[in-house]
């Protein structure tokens, strides 16, 4: 596979939180940092071009903040009650401007903060080396960040709903190209308060 530009990563963080009952990402974890602020430096610190942009609702503006302090950019998203693809479409939109050379996007959650930098790295290289759909698994469970190669473009700017990607994953499974992982936190995200205790 030919070798590709710099991926960019999308933080999605413009979600409504309604089973935890508040707004999660803005939490505080053992570690003294909130689960989106901690979620955002995984994904920087994954990335060696340094590009993440931060998907947030114009309501979010404590959240914002944070994020924007950490070093990541903010792009937000209009239309988020439609569902977690208009989110990815805003953050594809705002990469497309800001970094139209990048060779696609490594996409992660803001609620699943227990991910490490080195399973991010191993994504992006992934989409680098000319994947067209990058994703770890650990246990052989597939689980986030997930690497989308910048073809989709159009296909992800189109999408409506709570899908977001996964039609997407689903329909080019062939493509997909898995990396094997140590890393458990690929699989646990932050739905309710007591997804907290396990931290």
């Not at 302090?69 to 990469?95: K, P």
């Not at 680098?128 to 690497?147: N, T």
């Not at 159009?154 to 493509?175: F, H, K, P, T, V």
Request: aromatic letters at 4%.
């Amino acid at each position: 596979m030919k070798p590709r530009g710099a991926p960019a990563g999308i933080l999605l963080a413009a979600g409504y939180a309604q089973r935890f009952g508040a707004d999660k990402l803005l939490v505080n974890l053992p570690n003294g940092r909130s689960i989106a602020l901690t979620s955002a430096l995984s994904l920087l610190g994954g990335l060696a071009s340094r590009r993440v942009v931060a998907v947030v609702r114009p309501e979010q503006q404590a959240l914002a903040v944070t994020l924007a302090a950490s070093g990541v950019e903010i792009a937000f998203c209009m239309d988020a009650a439609q569902g977690m693809a208009r989110s990815l479409a805003a953050g594809v939109a705002y990469c497309g401007q800001r970094w139209p050379d990048a060779c696609g996007w490594v996409v992660a959650l803001a609620d699943m903060p227990f991910m490490q930098d080195g399973t991010v790295r191993a994504v992006a290289q992934a989409l680098q080396r000319g994947a067209a759909l990058s994703a770890p698994l650990y246990g052989g469970e597939r689980g986030h960040p997930v690497g989308i190669a910048a073809e989709f473009r159009d296909e992800l700017l189109s999408q409506n709903g709570d899908a977001g990607a996964r039609r997407l994953l689903a329909r080019e499974n062939a493509r997909l190209v898995t990396v094997a992982t140590d890393d458990p936190g690929i699989l646990r995200d932050v739905d309710v308060p007591h997804d907290l205790a396990l931290a």
